[in-house]
């Protein structure tokens, strides 16, 4: 990395994985950004790290996750791990999705889940709801929770069942980020674009380049604004959930304090939980003070007329 390259108040250091330092202890990367304060000059480290899954299939992935989802003994709210952490930007992301516009509407969900969002917007008055997704497991978790007018389809989304324009609104929640096969993630916008007729709208990981690992990329702004221009759409709106201290303290818990063989959905150990709800005090107060343009963003996205 050229100096030009380096943060002007501050600096970054990349740690590839090596077998051979006893600090490792599974395969991942660690990628440390000190950012200083020059006005105080106190300094943070932020750690991310990027957890290789061997073999991802999606359908066989999600599939599995249900199953955890499944043995949960309160809520089956969302796909995906439950924790301090999780609950928190859960939270955070409602506060934005709540300010969006759905009554009287026709809504299709990219990547449905458990049926979690779509429960909200049975409760807001939205014309017709459709969800589709990749597992029939969470598309089963999903009808228990669901009215029967909901209607679901299962698709990996590359040909989505469903007429053109049918649509006032389409939109995924942390799905595309998980589809790291470039040519599946054009097929599948593709499609979300076809079935909408007015908006499609993104909440996804945003990074200021695309990086990530076999089951979780993150992409820049302009990636998704390139893609969806190719379709007829504009990006009129954009706002990021400041989640980045919190987004860290919780993937440091979930790596160093947990069994390498645990895979997503299953139970964090009670001492991992434990640190996060110590800790999450602390870093929601610091998510504030070190805001970021990179982590869960709202991208919206108006059909050109």
């Given at each position: ?10 600096f970054f250091i990349y740690m590839p994985f ?208 390139s893609l969806f221009s190719e379709y007829g ?73």
């Open positions: 990395m050229s100096e030009s390259t380096l943060p002007r108040q501050g090596d077998p051979s330092n006893p600090f490792y202890t599974s395969n991942f990367s660690l990628e440390i950004d000190v950012k200083i304060d020059w006005f105080k000059q106190l300094c943070m480290i932020f750690v991310t790290m990027d957890h290789k899954i061997d073999d991802y299939t999606p359908e066989k992935y999600w599939s599995e996750v249900a199953e955890q989802v499944n043995l949960r003994k309160v809520g089956n709210v969302v796909a995906g791990d439950d924790e301090p952490y999780y609950i928190y930007k859960r939270e955070k992301f409602l506060n934005l999705f709540h300010q969006l516009s759905f009554s009287g509407k026709s809504i299709m969900e990219l990547g449905s889940g458990p049926g979690g969002n779509l429960a909200l917007l049975e409760e807001k008055g939205a014309r017709r709801l459709v969800g589709v997704d990749i597992s029939q497991k969470m598309i089963d978790l999903a009808r228990r929770r669901l009215k029967p007018s909901t209607e679901l389809y299962k698709s990996d989304g590359k040909i989505v069942p469903l007429e053109d324009a049918l649509f006032d609104m389409v939109y995924s929640v942390t799905v595309l980020q998980h589809i790291t096969d470039e040519l599946m993630l054009k097929s599948v916008t593709s499609e979300m674009a076809r079935v909408s007729r007015d908006e499609v709208i993104l909440f996804e990981r945003i990074e200021k380049t695309i990086k990530g690992h076999e089951s979780n990329c993150g992409r820049p702004v302009d990636y998704y604004d759409f504009t990006l009129n709106h954009k706002k990021t959930i400041q989640i980045g201290v919190s987004r860290r303290m919780s993937a440091i818990t979930r790596q160093w304090m947990n069994s390498s063989s645990r895979k997503e959905g299953q139970p964090l150990s009670p001492f991992s939980i434990g640190v996060q709800r110590f800790l999450l005090p602390i870093t929601k107060i610091m998510d504030g003070i070190f805001p970021t343009n990179t982590d869960l963003t709202m991208l919206r996205f108006s059909k050109n007329k």
